[in-house]
């Protein structure tokens, strides 16, 4: 999910942002019908008028008609069809008021008037798009058609709410196309991540996701020429110290003191051991070797390392199942077991090693002393713990920058005068 932040976070206010208007939109629509529908009701005034002077000048229904039809107005008269669309109408309004009716009269004592108040019922209706009135009074109720007014229409409402939401759509498609190159740059980091130098970071885009595509192209291209100088440098000054070590170690055949050319052989030895372990160091360092990987049985990249450490097969004991299979570089990998193996033989105390498949990890187990200091210390460059031993302090950084190659790790534990170190 987290790989993924920023266009969930789009979407997230995408859909709020799409909420947040629909919300809007929906009060604005209650309201402006409210609106539209208080605005229609008060012609209710205008039937009520003509219906109360019908009833108080005791006029014709012709007369009635006539009237209500300057308005745009007409009564249902029959009273069965009436109730019947009032029944499946939909109600928008309905207001109950006092009706005041004033009368003069006139008596021994001169002219008075009267006040009459009468409650009054007036509800609107909406049915098959037309306006109806009924008007309910203390004399009965007339349902009457209007013909003028017309029910409220949500066609302008959803007109401008759908070109809303389409703007604010587009816009955040927009901002999605403008996410797909940070998309690609950053599958392409993680390619070059993995080693591959042959990725291009160019782009021809001059906006911010375009500009810092092309500084990582450049900082990749310097990265490329400084990687491509070390490794030239280190090879080449590793063919020049083979040359003078070879001819050194021939020149130390000549001498005459068997003492000193024993002391002259153990130093180009030793030297050239130190030129290829600093070889192999070049090769893990620079991920040069993890394009030769293949799946090889672990028991003969075992016999393989038992072999290169030329030890006796009977200091060491190998507990592994020829069924278990592995996809390693097989020249590294056996160095790896190698240098446990010296490392076994130079440190326990009956030289004998025992290599083992334990909680599905590769274990190896040797009778010595615990470690005077932590791991860590032992698997830095040039660090090792008796300066008498015939060792430069690589190997274990050796193993370790292997194992690493390999998406493994080096661990240690010690139990009952047994060091173990484990392949995890």
């Known amino acids: 999910m987290k790989k993924h932040a920023v266009l969930i976070t789009v979407l997230f206010t995408l859909s709020v942002t799409l909420v947040s208007v629909s919300a809007v939109f929906w009060e604005f629509y209650k309201l402006n019908k409210w609106q539209y529908i208080d605005h229609i009701f008060t012609k ?55 009706n005041i009716n004033s009368a ?78 940070l998309i690609r740059l950053r599958r392409k980091i993680a390619r070059f991540g993995n080693g591959d130098l042959s990725v291009s970071f160019k782009t021809s885009s001059c906006d911010e996701i375009g500009m810092v595509a092309n500084e990582i192209e450049a900082t990749r291209e310097k990265i490329e020429k400084l990687l491509e100088s070390r490794t030239l440098f280190l090879r080449n000054i590793m063919h020049e110290l083979k040359t003078p070590i070879a001819k050194g170690t021939i020149a130390t055949q000549m001498l005459d003191s068997p003492k000193q050319r024993e002391r002259f052989s ?29 799946e090889y049985r672990l028991v003969d990249i075992i016999d393989g390392a038992i072999d290169m450490a030329m030890v006796d097969s009977a200091n060491v004991t190998v507990q592994v199942s020829a069924e278990i299979k592995m996809e390693a570089n097989y020249r590294l990998y056996t160095t790896a077991i190698k240098n446990m193996i010296d490392n076994a033989m130079k440190y326990s105390t009956n030289q004998h090693i025992t290599i083992a498949i334990i909680n599905n990890e590769l274990c190896f187990d040797s009778k010595g002393e615990r470690l005077a200091h932590k791991l860590e210390f032992y698997i830095e460059p040039f660090t090792k713990e008796n300066p008498s031993k015939n060792s430069f302090g690589l190997g274990l950084y050796l193993v ?24 995890a």
């Open 266 to 294: 153990s130093i180009f030895s030793r030297l050239e051991a130190l030129v290829n372990e600093f070889a192999m160091i070049e090769e893990v360092t620079s991920e040069s070797a993890k394009g030769d990987f293949h």
């Open 104 to 181: 003069v009269h006139l008596s021994a004592q001169g002219l008075y008037t009267t006040n009459t108040i009468s409650r009054m019922r007036v509800k609107m209706f909406e049915y098959k798009k037309t306006i109806y009135f009924e008007i309910e009074g203390p004399n009965g109720y007339i349902v009457v058609r209007d013909d003028e007014l017309v029910p409220y229409k949500n066609g302008a409402v959803l007109y401008t709410y759908s070109v809303t939401l389409a703007v604010i759509v587009f816009s955040f498609i927009l901002i999605l196309q403008k996410l797909r190159p």
């Open 400 to 423: 370790d920058s292997i194992l690493k190659a390999h998406d493994q790790v080096l661990a240690y534990e010690y139990h009952d005068g047994v060091n173990r170190f484990i392949f």
């Open 44 to 98: 209710y005034s205008v039937i009520v008028q003509i219906y109360k002077e019908h009833q108080q000048k005791m006029t014709s229904d012709v007369m009635l008609d006539a009237n209500l039809a300057v308005y745009k107005l007409q009564i249902i008269k029959d009273e069965k069809q009436a109730k019947k669309l009032l029944k499946k109408a939909k109600l928008l309004k309905d207001e109950g008021f006092k």
